[in-house]
């Protein structure tokens, strides 16, 4: 049997918004056009800084290796909220570790996030959302002003969507119980920010970054006596504070 979760997950026979909303008998939400083009503009503005970014001697001759601490929330877009997903900002966490060459970064990063969502089934607790992604990272130093450094971030790699518990028993009214098991999603996902960065001295540096990232998930609701099935874009914004060690290399 499918899962009756709300996500935005697939399933072919139970409506992603609770019984009794009155969203439960709109049309599925259309991809948003907008997506692409806010990207585009995202990477064109980061490939113009980076561009005009002048590089000194200085920068290089610079290159050591960061290993950095990451917490801060991470928010749902909106438009989850049809979803039941609860779209405030909540706690994540996670680690990195960069190249560093003059101005330019690279590397991999670890992020976890999540939420919690309203199923609306009687007698069945809300299950938490985990999102948990490995990405590859790219940093271009874009200005600097004394000791206080701007640069461009760029993002992509693997995203996995998870439920706890993953297994629910629903109650049919009547008939035996069913348990649905409520599989874990892996999309692709990509983002673009920026992220402002303090020496402190002895090789360690503070920083706070900001990011928007962009993933799709197969939606599913039900739209009379029909279960509609779409693809739609959704993300969400990262906030993140990081504690970096460096070492020369």
């Known amino acids: 049997m499918t899962s009756p979760r709300t996500d935005a997950g697939r399933r072919d026979e139970h409506p992603q918004r609770s019984a009794g909303s009155d969203r439960g008998h709109r049309a599925p939400m259309a991809p948003c056009p907008a997506e692409p083009a806010f990207r585009a503009i995202l990477a064109a503005l980061a490939l113009l800084a980076v561009a005009h970014a002048p590089v000194s001697a200085q920068d290089r001759a610079e290159r050591h290796v960061q290993v950095t601490a ?28 960069l190249a560093v060459s003059g101005p330019w970064s690279a ?35 874009v200005a600097r002003w004394r000791n206080v450094e701007l640069a461009a971030t760029a993002s992509g790699g693997r995203l996995a969507v998870s439920w706890d518990p993953e297994r629910l028993t629903v109650d049919t009214g009547g008939g035996p119980p069913v348990t649905v098991t409520l599989s874990t999603l892996h999309e692709w996902v990509a983002g673009a920010g920026v992220a402002l960065a303090l020496p402190l001295g002895g090789g360690w540096t503070w920083g706070v970054e900001t990011e928007r990232r962009l993933f799709a998930l197969d939606t599913a609701h039900r739209n009379g006596s029909t279960v509609s099935l779409a693809r739609e874009t959704f993300g969400d914004w990262d906030a993140r504070v990081a504690l970096t060690r460096g070492w020369d290399w």
Not at 113 to 124: E, F, K, N, S, W
Not at 134 to 140: D, I, M, N, Q, R
């Open 70 to 97: 990451l917490v801060g929330s991470a928010q749902p877009v909106g438009a989850l909220a049809d979803y039941q997903w609860d779209v405030r900002p909540h706690a994540a966490w996670g680690a990195r570790v």
């Open 107 to 141: 590397g991999v990063r670890w992020w976890r996030g999540g939420t919690t969502q309203g199923l609306g089934l009687a007698g069945v607790s809300d299950p938490s959302v985990r999102t948990n992604s490995l990405e590859l990272l790219a940093h271009a130093r």
